[in-house]
């Protein structure tokens, strides 16, 4: 080699080293709670369920910062004049994560996955006659009655999303492919699943075959950081973008330079039951503590401006009644009646995992019910024990608090998860046929304005019974670094962002 040759190879080798890598656009979050799976039917996702939304897609979903459904995976649909058969067209050129191609047989095999009572979620597709697949891009589905709720069901954050044959056919496993979608997916949707560390990360990357817009982001990396402060922490020194839930509310108005505040409302409604087995079986005893606890008397100092007085025992994104509930405000009543008792003790019970915002309030309650007379105890409940209080009344907490969400937004969704007899979280067995009939009365009428007046009914009788006491509509609050626009964050999906629209300006 000459020397000229030699140098023209330096100038060559230089120019490469000093040229700028291509960035790879990382979007990086973090998660107090570990994830269980990210399989769609096995499990209510809570963290999670903004990974699950961009692995998975549905038939439905609801469209950005409204209630309003919009397709999906289905590119449209139609009804029929009973109310009984929704056929889907399918969207074409759709392929699952392995590169096969979706057809409606795929999303037939997948339903009927759904519909098996093994899985925790098949509830969803109660009242599914039939389904049928009569063409590679039609989908068909056919209920044994009416159910005007059926599409909300559909676009819930909760609601059947289409898992391929990669997972339901390959690796089925004699278990419905549950053992592999543990550490696995195979969906359709803008990314993909490609590390999954329990307790530590989880890695997706950008689907390039994906069927719609291609997302902003190479990849996500989501880090399981238990501690809020821990994440706050990151979230200043930019080793975080987002933090999707548990900001400190009473921080929230002074936040460090380069950090903003997406607060939008949800479906998240704090929410009190009553356990009216022991302290609170006196009709007069509930009524007293009802009055001590009133809201008026700790809102603000939790919550600042994130929360309002509830209107009803309905998310106001669902209902939106006309004025707050009304409390009973006679304190002095309310001490006459707990002296006349005798010595009244209760204990309030929160979900471990709701953390310092359930804490606050409860010691809010604590202080108020002291000045009626009422000796009051906290306790955390683990997460796992949450669902089984109902089995023994006598050791659960007289009053649990939470802010909880229903499936979807329309009302019998709140009905039917919280207050029905049998309801999944009707955690202390309440039981009324007046509220049953009503709820089944309400589930087949169209009309808004007067399915509405039926389920606003139903939290009256709730509330004069002294079993669910509605407590605030909270917003649903993201904190996340300046630069990050199109969240796409949707009323009923809580604590989470569409990482398949989110970018960097």
Same mark, same amino acid.
């Given at each position: 080699?000459?020397?000229?040759?030699?140098?023209?190879?330096?100038?060559?080798?230089?120019?490469?080293?000093? @040229?700028?890598?291509?960035?790879?656009?990382?979007?990086?979050?973090?998660?107090?709670?570990?994830?269980?799976?990210?399989?769609?039917?096995?499990?209510?996702?809570?963290?999670?369920?903004?990974?699950?939304?961009?692995?998975?897609?549905?038939?439905?979903?609801?469209?950005?910062?409204?209630?309003?459904?919009?397709?999906?995976?289905?590119?449209?649909?139609?009804?029929?004049?009973?109310?009984?058969?929704?056929?889907?067209?399918?969207? =074409?050129?759709?392929?699952?994560?392995?590169?096969?191609?979706?057809?409606?047989?795929?999303?037939?095999?997948?339903?009927?996955?759904?519909?098996?009572?093994?899985?925790?979620?098949?509830?969803?597709?109660?009242?599914?006659?039939?389904?049928?697949?009569?063409?590679?891009?039609?989908?068909?589905?056919?209920?044994?009655?009416?159910?005007?709720?059926?599409?909300?069901?559909?676009?819930?954050?909760?609601?059947?999303?289409?898992?391929?044959?990669?997972?339901?056919?390959?690796?089925?496993?004699?278990?419905?492919?549950?053992?592999?979608?543990?550490?696995?997916?195979?969906?359709?949707? %803008?990314?993909?699943?490609?590390?999954?560390?329990?307790?530590?990360?989880?890695?997706?990357?950008?689907?390039?075959?994906?069927?719609?817009? +291609?997302?902003?982001?190479?990849?996500?990396?989501?880090?399981?950081?238990?501690?809020? &402060?821990?994440?706050?922490?990151?979230?200043?020194?930019?080793?975080?973008? /987002?933090?999707?839930?548990?900001?400190?509310?009473? +921080?929230?108005?002074?936040? %460090?330079?380069?950090?903003?505040?997406?607060?939008?409302?949800?479906?998240?409604?704090?929410?009190?039951?009553? &356990?009216?087995?022991?302290?609170?079986?006196?009709?007069?005893?509930?009524?007293?503590?009802?009055?001590?606890?009133?809201?008026?008397?700790?809102?603000?100092?939790?919550?600042?401006?994130?929360?309002?007085?509830?209107?009803?025992?309905?998310?106001?994104?669902?209902?939106?009644?006309?004025?707050?509930?009304?409390?009973?405000?006679?304190?002095?009543?309310?001490?006459?009646?707990?002296? #006349?008792?005798?010595?009244?003790?209760?204990?309030?019970?929160?979900?471990?995992? #709701?953390?310092?915002?359930?804490?606050?309030?409860?010691?809010?309650?604590?202080?108020?019910?002291?000045?009626?007379?009422?000796?009051?105890?906290?306790?955390? /409940?683990?997460?796992?024990?949450?669902?089984?209080?109902?089995? &023994?009344?006598?050791?659960?907490?007289?009053?649990?608090? @939470?802010? &909880?969400?229903?499936?979807?937004?329309?009302?019998?969704?709140?009905?039917?998860?919280?207050?029905?007899?049998?309801?999944?979280?009707?955690?202390?067995?309440?039981?009324?046929?007046?509220?049953?009939?009503?709820?089944?009365?309400?589930? +087949?009428?169209?009309?808004?304005?007067?399915? =509405?007046?039926?389920?606003?009914?139903?939290?009256?009788?709730?509330?004069?019974?002294?079993?669910?006491?509605?407590?605030?509509?909270?917003?649903?609050?993201?904190?996340?670094?300046?630069?990050?626009?199109?969240?796409?964050?949707?009323?009923?999906?809580?604590?989470?962002?569409?990482?398949?629209?989110?970018?960097?300006?």
């Amino acid at each position: 080699m000459s020397v000229r040759q030699l140098l023209a190879a330096m100038v060559i080798l230089a120019t490469a080293l000093c @040229a700028p890598a291509s960035a790879e656009t990382v979007l990086r979050v973090a998660y107090s709670d570990d994830v269980a799976t990210f399989d769609p039917d096995d499990a209510i996702i809570l963290f999670g369920l903004d990974v699950s939304r961009v692995l998975y897609e549905g038939l439905v979903q609801y469209k950005p910062g409204t209630t309003e459904i919009v397709g999906w995976l289905a590119q449209s649909w139609s009804i029929s004049p009973d109310g009984r058969t929704y056929r889907f067209t399918l969207r =074409d050129g759709v392929t699952f994560h392995d590169g096969r191609k979706m057809t409606s047989a795929d999303v037939l095999a997948y339903f009927r996955r759904r519909k098996s009572p093994s899985l925790p979620l098949s509830y969803f597709l109660d009242g599914v006659k039939e389904m049928s697949a009569p063409d590679p891009r039609t989908f068909v589905i056919t209920l044994t009655a009416p159910q005007p709720a059926f599409l909300d069901r559909l676009a819930s954050p909760w609601a059947p999303k289409v898992i391929g044959p990669g997972a339901l056919v390959d690796h089925e496993g004699g278990d419905l492919g549950v053992g592999w979608l543990n550490e696995h997916a195979d969906g359709t949707g %803008p990314f993909k699943l490609v590390e999954m560390v329990r307790g530590q990360r989880y890695v997706l990357v950008r689907n390039p075959d994906y069927w719609g817009a +291609q997302p902003y982001f190479d990849k996500i990396e989501i880090l399981i950081v238990p501690s809020i &402060n821990q994440q706050m922490l990151m979230l200043e020194r930019g080793e975080l973008d /987002i933090v999707e839930h548990g900001y400190p509310f009473d +921080q929230l108005g002074k936040l %460090p330079p380069g950090l903003k505040v997406d607060a939008h409302d949800a479906l998240g409604l704090e929410m009190a039951y009553f &356990n009216r087995t022991k302290a609170l079986r006196d009709p007069a005893v509930r009524k007293a503590v009802i009055t001590a606890i009133n809201p008026a008397g700790w809102l603000t100092d939790v919550f600042g401006p994130f929360a309002t007085p509830a209107r009803s025992l309905y998310p106001k994104v669902m209902i939106n009644g006309l004025e707050p509930v009304t409390y009973p405000t006679d304190f002095a009543a309310a001490r006459r009646t707990i002296a #006349e008792a005798g010595p009244v003790t209760i204990e309030i019970g929160y979900a471990d995992q #709701e953390g310092p915002v359930q804490q606050r309030i409860a010691e809010f309650m604590v202080s108020l019910l002291k000045q009626i007379g009422v000796t009051a105890t906290v306790r955390t /409940i683990p997460l796992v024990e949450e669902f089984s209080l109902v089995n &023994n009344l006598a050791r659960a907490p007289d009053i649990f608090i @939470a802010q &909880n969400y229903p499936d979807a937004v329309h009302p019998a969704t709140q009905t039917g998860v919280f207050f029905e007899t049998g309801a999944a979280l009707n955690f202390f067995g309440y039981s009324n046929p007046k509220v049953d009939a009503l709820s089944a009365e309400a589930g +087949q009428i169209t009309s808004i304005p007067e399915r =509405d007046k039926d389920y606003l009914a139903i939290s009256d009788i709730l509330f004069a019974d002294g079993a669910f006491i509605p407590l605030a509509d909270i917003k649903d609050v993201i904190v996340y670094r300046t630069g990050l626009v199109d969240l796409n964050t949707r009323p009923a999906l809580p604590w989470a962002v569409d990482y398949g629209t989110i970018r960097r300006e």
